[in-house]
């Protein structure tokens, strides 16, 4: 069985690597806060999880509503796959092998799993694949800056999907457009309390980013390493189970970590499925920084250091001491953006720089 669904899971992602990416090159965009114009879909709906309720039907009101969104992207997935293997075989595959996997993760992600696929009348299979992608491939751009008054800004943009089929007629990414109808913001609650907050896709039970009010914020990157995330999820196929997979580290941090030096303890301490970077403020002066992980240990950690000139930390998914992918350069035209806004940091500027269209995806 392991065999197997590793082999289904390279050809899925494989599918991720062949796509066509369209050249870029603009300048720092102005006047982009508020959000308008004839892309703007209007506020992200916000949800409650009650962290109180059973792990299988935590997540029914959320799904409930956005159901055809949900089974619309699963169905761009699969066109997706099908325009490489055309007998539709590889989905097959997915609905056979993936749902074996489900029992292996953790509680109660497991369940949490199973509660979307019975809600939305998804085969288990394919929101186990929507769950565990980002472990392989994703890319994403996070900065965390403090303003020349002492106040911490932190930013990231939602980059799943990105370089999963061009669409040349829209100029656009299928995936990713077909992911826009499903974010949402969750307030997660204990006790009828806030736990903590996340901007997410609806269906996916694991954390990209989030914010303990008051306490600390947190974003996660993928980084691009040979000892990646195949090699980790394969070793938890074949039965090793000692890492924890990203995004539900990434959770786990923002339920249960009660400071900003707990939570970059946990980050850099525990032994990781796939290499990440996780970028971590707070709520003080001079908290915000990087941490470049390896799957088992820490590799380097950038803080924001006011007395070195450093008032932001922005990574893309490439190590900051190291130069980025040529064709992939979104650290470049973001930190020209950062640098001509200088410390004057606002919601404002700080969406400018977001939009700018080698960030903005």
Same mark, same amino acid.
Request: with cysteine.
């Given at each position: 069985m392991g065999h197997c669904v590793f082999l289904v899971l390279v050809a899925l992602f494989s599918v991720t690597s062949a796509q066509f990416i369209p050249p870029y090159t603009e300048d720092c965009r102005t006047e982009m806060y508020p959000p308008n114009g004839p892309t703007f879909r209007g506020a992200v709906s916000w949800y409650t999880v009650d962290l109180d309720s059973p792990p299988s039907k935590r997540w029914t009101p959320l799904i409930t509503d956005k159901k055809a969104d949900l089974i619309n992207m699963i169905q761009a997935i699969k066109d997706l796959a099908d325009a490489f293997v055309p007998s539709g075989r590889l989905i097959e595959l997915v609905? &056979?092998? #993936?749902?074996?996997? *489900?029992?292996?993760?953790?509680?109660?992600?497991?369940?949490?799993?199973?509660?979307?696929?019975? %809600?939305?009348? &998804?085969? #288990?299979?394919?929101? *186990?694949?929507?769950?565990?992608?980002?472990?392989?491939?994703?890319?994403?751009?996070?900065?965390? %800056?403090?303003?020349?008054?002492?106040?911490?800004?932190?930013?990231?943009?939602?980059?799943?999907?990105?370089f999963m089929g061009w669409d040349i007629k829209n100029k656009s990414w299928i995936i990713s457009d077909k992911l826009k109808p499903l974010v949402v913001n969750l307030d997660f609650k204990r006790n009828n309390q806030t736990v903590f907050k996340s901007t997410n896709f609806a269906g996916y039970v694991g954390m990209l980013t989030g914010i303990k009010p008051h306490t600390f914020t947190l974003t996660m990157n993928e980084r691009f390493s040979l000892d990646g995330g195949y090699i980790g999820i394969l070793e938890w196929i074949l039965g090793k189970r000692d890492g924890m997979w990203m995004s539900f580290l990434t959770r786990s941090v923002l339920e249960n970590a009660n400071s900003y030096e707990e939570a970059k303890t946990r980050l850099a301490q525990t032994k990781l499925l796939a290499?990440?970077?996780?970028?971590?403020?707070?709520?003080?002066?001079?908290?915000?920084?990087?941490?470049t992980r390896s799957r088992l240990l820490s590799i380097d950690l950038l803080e924001i250091d006011l007395k070195l000139g450093r008032w932001y930390v922005l990574?893309?998914?490439?190590?900051?001491?190291?130069?980025?992918?040529?064709?992939?350069?979104?650290?470049?035209?973001?930190?020209?953006?950062?640098?001509?806004?200088?410390?004057k940091v606002s919601t404002q500027n700080r969406t400018n720089f977001s939009s700018v269209q080698e960030v903005r995806n």
């Open positions: 609905d &056979i092998t #993936l749902p074996l996997m *489900v029992d292996t993760l953790p509680s109660p992600f497991n369940d949490e799993i199973k509660g979307i696929a019975t %809600a939305s009348g &998804i085969p #288990l299979g394919e929101v *186990v694949l929507f769950n565990i992608f980002y472990e392989v491939f994703t890319v994403c751009t996070s900065v965390v %800056a403090e303003d020349d008054k002492g106040n911490l800004f932190h930013g990231r943009n939602l980059d799943f999907g990105l290499p990440a970077y996780f970028i971590l403020g707070g709520n003080q002066t001079g908290q915000g920084c990087i941490i990574e893309t998914n490439y190590d900051h001491w190291e130069e980025p992918l040529f064709l992939d350069d979104r650290r470049t035209p973001a930190m020209k953006c950062m640098n001509q806004t200088t410390q």
